[in-house]
T-cell receptor
């Protein structure tokens, strides 16, 4: 069975600094998708970034980038130039590489951003 | 284009009552997923539906829970005879066919069982 592990329950960063959130996963599939979702206090789940496992290039979306290490089954999220609005729960998620499939989530990392 | 809509946003039930949670997917989306988030935990998959079909219900509790996505109208998650342990946030997500499994989430329904 596939599993997703986030070993950092809480992280903190100062405004304008960079922070990295860790995620590891376990799967026997060779192709799959990985996601980072943000959940602010409003509880709305917002997709931050997506990575397709067959792509070697790390995904980037503005200040958000990932470090995808397929052999190590690691998928970390780097937030550059942190802003107060980045404060939220961040969830790593996995799905098989189907067009539609359930998402398997980690337990989340709570990110605090200090001015 | 309106996002995924869920109602009610908050629902309070007494033990033994029924809870009905509704989800309207984004326009053009034919795939609906339900997830449950217990306090201080991540989201757990419950069920995946397409119009008039349950595709994967591997995360649904065997008793008291059911889901449907009729040809017309919203998807419904129904919980019969609620217990305190059902208190959670229930999220619905929808996706398009052929969209690399990109799921868009609704704002959730927070169910409180007294």
């Amino acid at each position: 069975a596939q599993t997703v592990t986030q070993s950092q329950p809480e992280m903190s960063v100062q405004e304008a600094e960079t922070v990295t959130l860790s995620c590891t996963y376990d799967t026997s599939e060779s192709d799959y998708y990985l996601f980072w979702y943000k959940q602010p206090p409003s509880r709305q789940m917002i997709l931050v970034i997506r990575q397709e496992a067959y792509k070697q290039q790390n995904a980037t979306e503005n200040r958000f980038s990932v470090n995808f290490q397929k052999a190590a089954k690691s998928f970390s999220l780097k937030i550059s130039d942190s802003q107060l609005g980045d404060a939220a729960m961040y969830f790593c998620a996995y799905s098989r590489a189907y067009n539609t499939d359930k998402l398997i989530f980690g337990t989340g990392t709570r990110l605090q951003v200090f001015p | 284009n309106a996002g995924v809509m869920q109602n009610p946003r908050h629902l309070v039930r007494r033990r033994g009552q029924e809870a009905r949670l509704r989800c309207s997917p984004m326009k053009g989306h034919s795939h609906v997923y339900w997830y449950r988030q217990l306090p201080e935990e991540g989201l757990k998959f419950m069920v995946y539906l397409q119009k008039e079909n349950i595709i994967d219900e591997s995360g649904m509790p065997k008793e008291r829970f059911s889901a449907e996505f009729p040809k017309e109208g919203p998807s419904i998650l129904r919980i019969q005879q609620v217990v305190r342990g059902d208190s959670a946030a229930y999220f619905c997500a929808s996706s398009l066919t052929g969209a690399y499994n990109e799921q868009f989430f609704g704002p959730g329904t927070r169910l409180t069982v007294l």
